[in-house]
């Protein structure tokens, strides 16, 4: 069919709906007036000529009101129009050709959750349908893998609603100090808050936490040992990997032993800096009671070649430059508060460190990380139960701040153990440095929920996202002319359902994303200043006093 034809179809169709309009409207309008059903003695032609261009009364005997005639013509075509409306969002609008689909209402409806996170524990919010409006989330201890750049309100739009939202024991990382009075004004109600900011808080009184503390027997610093020195590489080399595992027999000692002479943190810092000058100090202090630890800490300083000293010694700086700055070492100076306490307590640990501080403290704030997890499944091996209501391990920045080689096992088996992680990415580049290919494809499969922020340039996760939401079949148009005649016809082409271009651009404080087996839906972020609920529960009366009153947490003692 030519364009021309279809026009004529189109002319015809619109001046026979709207011949019947007129017709049936002046009889029901004598009809509904009092006037009975009203006929014409014209022809049909006619009757429809002079009903429209002088009113119902030239054709009609007895004639209806003008008024009712045009007022059932309105009512008419205001039903047509809802009628065909209907008909279009049914059955209409795009073609289902195959292929690849967005999410639509029925996605919305199975991913919706209660506004109340009282009614919802253990659950990682995504943001509001765009069809539903709906609060959109994964199941009870599914975890989360997120890309977003800076300046994609991955902060303020994911990470502190959820912290504030969140009804079990957390540990959150943040990069502003700002942001810790949201988390604390939801947090205080449920437990203790501590802040640990390796660099202080001006006005703000922090919680200590010290590695050493930490590895109270062989076992505890072995841990500690394999966490600090795993976060000592800035990315997966796996020719890295000799040099590291050597590092984390020398560090178990170190931290043992600073932990026996208690010498603290400040005597850790001191034999990492010294190296092979420290090590008859270190093992005589081992050696008495640990002389196995004595023997795994003094063995590599004896047996390697001088460039595989230099290597181990490098590792040992790495950790050794955490602890530099005074401030730093006041932070590591003793712990305030134990696993047991936070699962106990239903606590909150608050991680902060400015983003040029990040990357030097990751191997504190790893080991932190780390020892809260390994606490969870602890408590889960001594129940056979999950933890309940579960950990929420919410890591903003994980590129700079979480160097955990153990995330893909976490991410494998957490659910069960009832640990819930959230880690927010800048983009796939940056998860694939830290872990390697094969190590960051385990994180993404076996995140349940994995989202992509609007601003992102990483030509790898545009390409990543875009492919794994598949491709999709859509109509093309084409014209053509001759003889006078122009024709068009439509046939199906493949293409992506989300090309790269529409990702990068995607609209401001608009987000994908993709749970489990369900197609991806676009989402808008519950940003904590403007969203209701969110407002709502921030604002929520404060709880009665107790009879019993418990010391101060670390932020209830601050003048701020």
């Known amino acids: 069919m030519d364009d021309s ?18 017709l049936t409207a002046a009889p029901l309008a004598g009809l509904v007036t009092g006037h009975g059903w009203v006929s014409s003695t014209k022809g049909v032609p006619e009757t429809i000529l002079l009903t429209v261009t002088r009113g119902p009364a030239a054709a009609y005997d007895p004639a209806p009101p003008t008024w009712a005639f045009w007022l059932v013509v309105v009512l008419f075509l205001a039903i047509l129009i809802v009628a065909v409306v209907f008909l279009l969002r049914s059955f209409g609008g795009k073609k289902n050709l195959g292929g690849a689909q967005w999410g639509g209402v029925k996605t919305e409806k199975e991913l919706a959750v209660d506004p109340d996170p009282v009614n919802r524990p253990d659950q990682i919010t ?42 079990g024991p957390l540990v ?12 604390y004004e939801s947090r205080r109600h449920l437990g203790p808050v501590y802040v640990v900011a390796p660099a202080g808080l001006p006005g703000r009184k922090t919680a200590r936490w010290s590695p050493v503390d930490y590895a109270k027997d062989p076992k ?6 394999e966490w600090l020195a795993n976060a000592s590489a800035s990315g997966h080399d796996p020719r890295a990997a000799p040099w590291i595992d050597q590092a984390r027999g020398i560090l178990k000692g170190l931290l043992l032993a600073a932990n026996m002479s208690g010498g603290g943190i400040r005597s850790f810092r001191e034999w990492l800096a010294l190296g092979k000058d420290g090590v008859e100090h270190v093992k005589a202090i081992l050696e008495p009671v640990y002389p196995e630890v004595a023997l795994d800490y003094s063995r590599p300083w004896v047996t390697l070649h001088e460039d595989g000293i230099g290597s181990i010694q490098f590792t040992l700086n790495v950790i050794a430059s955490v602890y530099r700055d005074e401030e730093v070492r006041a932070t590591a100076s003793g712990t305030d508060f134990t696993v047991e306490q936070l699962l106990d307590k239903n606590a909150t640990v608050c991680l902060v460190a400015a983003p040029s501080d990040a990357e030097r403290y990751a191997p504190l704030l790893t080991a932190i990380i780390a020892s809260i997890i390994h606490g969870a499944e602890q408590r889960y091996n001594q129940t056979g139960k999950p933890v309940s209501p579960g950990l929420g391990v919410l890591v903003d920045e994980a590129g700079n701040m979480l160097r955990y080689p153990q995330l893909p096992g976490v991410l494998t088996t957490g659910r069960g153990m009832g640990i ?23 994180i993404l499969s076996a995140s349940g929920l994995r989202m992509l922020l609007p601003g992102c340039g990483d030509p790898e996760t545009l390409r990543h996202f875009s492919g794994i939401y598949g491709r999709t079949y859509v109509e ?28 990068m651009q995607l609209a401001k ?3 994908i994303a993709q749970y489990s087996n369900l ?22 009366p404060v709880p009665g006093p107790s009879l019993t009153k418990s010391a101060p947490t670390a932020l209830e003692a601050s003048d701020v």
């Open 420 to 442: 819930t992680v959230l880690t927010v990415w800048h983009d796939l580049s940056q998860l694939r440095t830290r872990f390697g290919h094969d190590a960051a494809n385990t």
């Open 509 to 511: 404080f608009t987000a």
């Open 172 to 183: 959150v990382t943040t990069v502003k100090a700002a942001d810790l009075d949201v988390i």
């Open 519 to 540: 197609p991806p839906v676009k989402v808008d972020m519950r940003i904590t200043w403007r969203d209701e609920d969110l407002l709502a529960w921030l604002a929520r």
């Open 476 to 503: 093309r148009t084409t014209t053509s002319t001759g003889r006078g005649q122009s024709s068009s016809s439509t046939t199906p082409v493949e293409a992506d359902l989300a090309p790269i271009h529409e990702l």
């Open 5 to 22: 034809t279809l026009l004529a179809a189109i002319g015809f169709g619109f001046l026979v709906v709207a011949s019947t309009v007129v």
């Open 220 to 225: 505890s610093a072995d841990r500690m040992a």
């Open 126 to 167: 995504a943001g509001r349908g765009q069809l539903t409006k709906k609060i959109l989330a994964a199941e009870p201890n599914i975890s989360a893998t997120v890309f977003g750049p800076p300046g994609s309100v991955k902060t303020t739009g994911l990470v502190l609603g959820n912290a504030a939202e969140w009804r």
